[in-house]
């Protein structure tokens, strides 16, 4: 695999190189009982790989973006266990590879590297059987500290997509992602959590989040108006063996009235355990819903 070195010193595979040709996935009919994941495993149980496939690929296509990160990984691993490892790498995912390579050709600080991130992360969504884009997003992942992250995508691309490698190549990428998991494991880098938030209410409210032991990313913390009725997904990243919280503000209109509550939930429990969650991995495999309501 072809690999350009950009004056910011990561390495990148290179966009340019044509992919294999070969059927495009489709999504056909399937079982409506229990998660897309479920029939899957069961549809492919059964035989029916194809069928498993279809329902992965469509669960995958219908998350948000960001997603958590142990859902987007296991539907990609699925992917690639049930798909062909030789479709066509689509048109979109290698011009998101060329705009990562880009950002970080220009990356003045952290922030190049997480727009490089949010692209890598777009086309390994359109062609998850992408070696570049795999490859390169563990790359981006560890530049800005989401050693975890970076780790699992690393092994992802061992496990599925380095055919092209050689032995000795192969050797320096395990070490690589060794050494990411071994700063993960000392507690260091980031997490990323990813809420959802719902208002319950019959009336905007505002929410805002916080990182107690430090800002969280990207360096201030962060704060929206909900309207009533309304739900959005958001991601927080924080360092490793922090807490996230979140507190609830009084609103009037889309004004924000008052101090802001860490820790306080609308419905005024000053010691809410839900408004709180620490910052490891194991709260990174789904997403943290919170529930604004009011009396």
Known sequence: MKRWRLASGIVIAGALVLPVLGAEPRVGSVAQDGTPDERAHRAAKAGKTREAFDLVWSALQELPS??????????RRDV???GNRAWRVSEESERRVYRAM???????????????ERELHGAVRASPWSAEATYNLALALAKVGLFHLAAQNMKLYLDYLSESDGLQ????????MWEWQYQHDRGKGKT??????ENACKRAVGIEFRDFAGLIWPGEDRWWTLDPGKAFVVPTVCAAGTRV????????????????KWGIGTWGDRWCKDCCYPCTTGNSANFLTVRLACD
Not at 169 to 176: F, I, N, S, T, V
Not at 245 to 260: D, I
């Open 66 to 75: 960001p997603a958590p990160e142990g859902l987007e990984l296991h539907l």
């Open 80 to 82: 690639l266990t049930w």
């Open 102 to 116: 880009i950002a970080i050709r220009d990356a003045k600080d952290e922030d190049g590297y997480w727009e490089a």
């Open 169 to 176: 190549q192969l050797e320096a990428l395990r070490g690589k």
């Open 192 to 197: 990323r959590l990813v809420w959802r938030v």
């Open 245 to 260: 919280c979140y507190g609830a503000l009084e609103t009037k209109g889309r004004a924000f009235l008052g101090p802001r």
